[in-house]
């Protein structure tokens, strides 16, 4: 059954080590969509972090989507339209928030439009990912963000305090959310039934494309959900061992133009 539909992740992914887009995946992602094939990126990042690639990959027409905030958030890419929007209670947000102080480690909250932090002594990965993804960042209390849509919420540090800290995160507390790792200095904390699996499989039955016509191209922790789901899971060689294991195949690196090789040989 040929493959209508692919999923692809950004870092890691459909970026090589210098953040950019090779010609090669360019004219693979062109040539699908000319095929009729949808190329969804799909990524942990906010809107605000993908438009630029969006826009340089073609991906701003009609019947374009894009899946952002790990499957937090789906949206038709020309008009902003959104078809799934699962946010977070202000009350997971204070929970979120406790526990972190308690884990004594940095954290901030994601709007639609801006990142939240209630640490005084902002994290460096806290501005760090304000960078990353082109979003204003603000220090607020807890108290003066009680009427915001956060769609996700993030533990950030160095990948050892991090690490530590994970492992202390109450059973509870881990049943609760959607946690995943996005990178070392990255915990990811998301509504329970919020994963990039859900979003991909959601956009596939309103398009009307079957899961084995599926495809999902990706290399960390939080790709794990959608590899899971769809007909053809594809791992990127420079991607995390444990998913290889549960890839249908390995396609090349991001330096090798990986997810090029990926739609050239198992899409077109």
């Known amino acids: 059954m040929s493959i209508k539909l692919v999923a692809i992740d950004i870092d890691g992914t459909l970026l090589n080590s210098k953040k ?37 990959l073609h991906l701003m027409d009609p ?13 038709k890419t020309a008009t902003g339209k959104e078809l799934i929007k699962d946010l977070l209670h ?14 004594q480690i940095h954290s901030h909250a994601i709007t639609k ?36 849509e956060f769609v ?6 160095e990948p050892d305090i991090l690490d530590a800290a994970i492992a ?13 790792t996005s990178a070392p200095f990255y915990l990811e904390i998301l509504g329970k039934t ?7 499989l959601h956009l596939a039955e309103r398009l009307g494309i079957q899961q084995e016509e599926t495809m999902a191209i990706g290399d ?23 998913l290889k294991k549960i890839a249908t195949t390995i396609t090349k690196s991001n330096d090798e133009s990986g997810v090029a090789y990926a739609i050239r040989k198992w899409v077109l």
Do not use: C, W
Request: no cysteine; glycine share 8%; hydrophobic share 35%.
């Open 20 to 56: 950019e887009i090779t010609p090669s995946v360019f004219e693979a992602i062109q040539d699908a969509k000319a095929a009729g094939v949808k190329i969804v990126i799909t990524t942990g990042r906010p809107i605000a972090g993908v438009s630029k690639l969006l826009k340089e």
């Open 194 to 200: 919020t994963n990039k699996g859900a979003a991909v």
């Open 152 to 157: 996700k919420a993030m533990y950030i540090d």
């Open 113 to 148: 439009d801006g990142i939240y932090t209630s640490n005084r002594d902002i994290g460096r990965y806290t501005i760090h990912e304000s960078q990353l993804v082109n979003m204003p960042l603000y220090y607020r209390t807890p108290e003066e963000v009680r009427e915001k």
């Open 168 to 180: 202390k995160i109450p059973k509870e507390f881990k049943d609760r959310f959607t946690m995943v």
């Open 220 to 242: 960390e922790e939080n790709d794990r959900s959608m590899l899971e789901v769809v007909g053809h899971a594809v791992v990127m060689e420079n991607g995390n061992p444990a």
């Open 90 to 103: 202000y009350e997971d947000y204070l929970d979120i928030e406790s526990l972190a102080n308690k884990l």
């Open 63 to 75: 019947g374009d989507y894009v899946i952002t905030f790990n499957g937090g958030l789906v949206q």
